[in-house]
Each structure stands twice: as structure tokens, then as C-alpha cells.
């Protein structure tokens, strides 16, 4: 009479077992499936950053990649006025909002606002589109990307692989750096904040 209880005990006990092997099965199932690479990133590696690491990306070679030629927005600064390009970029179900600074002397600035008849105090200020063209020799000298959806850290990783290094960020956050492509990613909790490139030589002692 006393065999009863412990079949129904011993029942109970292969039952937790088989649970905990089922769940440590799904576990390890889910740490080997990696997520798909972002066919634009994998592309923008070698047509965007590779180039802009060696200090050789042009705004005609950024413009061509991007939905649309974008503008050019003047910027003016106290400490320094500003020529940057702006667009957009849609590839993978993503949008990201690009923008890169020109690299035009202060002569060439001085110029240019004279020209739109602005000052360092006045307001940013769009450009002619045809300027996109005729100033596409110009170099990129750096290039920010800020997703306007949203996209996780690991999208990122798994396009362009681990950081050679990683950074808390005073405002919270991690920066993931890959100094061989010039490039930092900002990360806030589990997606991506922006994507910054800048000539290698920028992120190498």
C-alpha cells in the first residue's frame, strides 16, 4: 500500500527532469540562432566606410548610395560654421537619417555664406540641389546615421562584427568601436542610438 505514493513521487521527479532538459534544449537553441546580417550595412562597409577610413570618401560616392541626392545645409557657428549634407537612407525595412560634414576651407565657407547672405549668427540655411553635384568632389569628414526605426545592437553585430572595443557612455549607453572602419556605434540599453564614421586615423593613437 505504501508503493503508490512513491510511483506518483517518483513520476513527479522524471517529470522536473524532463522539463529542465526541455528548457535548457530551448535555451541553448536560442543562443545559436544568429540574426541575418543588414545587406545595406555589409555594402555601406565597403562602399562608405572603408573609403571615409582612408580619408578618401567624396560627397558624390555618399550621395550616389542614399534614396535621393539629399540637400546641402549651410550651418552657421560661432565657433566654427559648418557645410553638411543631409538625406535619408531606406534599405532592409530600415530608415536612418544620414548626415556628413563637408570638408570646405574657411575660405571657401566664408564664400559660400557671403554668398547666401548669412552671418555666424544666422539660421541654418538650405542650398541649391544642383551644389550636391557641382561640390561632389568635395570629402566627407565625418558621417553620422541615427535610426528612425528601431534597431537592435545586435543587427549591428551581426553585420559588422564584435568592437574591438567597448565604452559606457556618460549619458548611459555603450559605444562599440571598430577602429579599423573609423566607426562608433552608440547603443542605449539593447538597440542602436547612431552609427558615427570618421577617418581611421581619428580612433587610432
Not at 152 to 179: D, H
Amino acid at each position: 500500500m505504501k508503493l503508490a505514493p512513491l510511483r506518483v513521487q517518483h513520476w513527479f521527479i522524471f517529470a522536473g527532469v524532463a522539463v529542465i532538459f526541455f528548457s535548457w534544449g530551448a535555451w541553448l537553441m536560442r543562443g545559436s540562432q544568429t540574426l541575418e546580417p543588414l545587406a545595406w550595412l555589409q555594402k555601406w562597409q565597403t562602399e562608405i566606410f572603408n573609403p571615409l577610413a582612408a580619408d578618401q570618401l567624396s560627397l558624390m560616392r555618399l550621395s550616389s548610395e542614399v534614396e535621393d541626392d539629399g540637400e546641402l545645409w549651410l550651418q552657421p557657428r560661432l565657433d566654427g560654421s559648418r557645410l553638411l549634407y543631409r538625406s535619408e537612407l531606406q534599405a532592409d525595412d530600415q530608415v536612418w537619417s544620414v548626415e556628413a560634414r563637408i570638408a570646405l576651407s574657411n575660405d571657401e565657407l566664408v564664400s559660400l555664406m557671403a554668398a547666401a547672405g548669412v552671418d555666424e549668427k544666422g539660421e541654418e540655411q538650405p542650398l541649391s540641389a544642383q551644389l550636391v553635384r557641382q561640390l561632389g568632389h568635395y570629402e566627407v569628414v565625418y558621417l553620422s546615421l541615427k535610426p528612425l526605426d528601431a534597431v537592435t545592437t545586435e543587427q549591428i553585430i551581426s553585420s559588422v562584427g564584435q568592437p574591438k572595443l567597448r565604452l559606457e557612455l556618460k549619458e548611459g549607453g555603450q559605444a562599440l568601436v571598430y577602429p579599423s572602419l573609423g566607426l562608433t556605434v552608440h547603443t542605449l540599453d539593447d538597440d542602436v542610438d547612431l552609427l558615427f564614421a570618421v577617418p581611421q586615423r581619428m580612433l587610432t593613437p
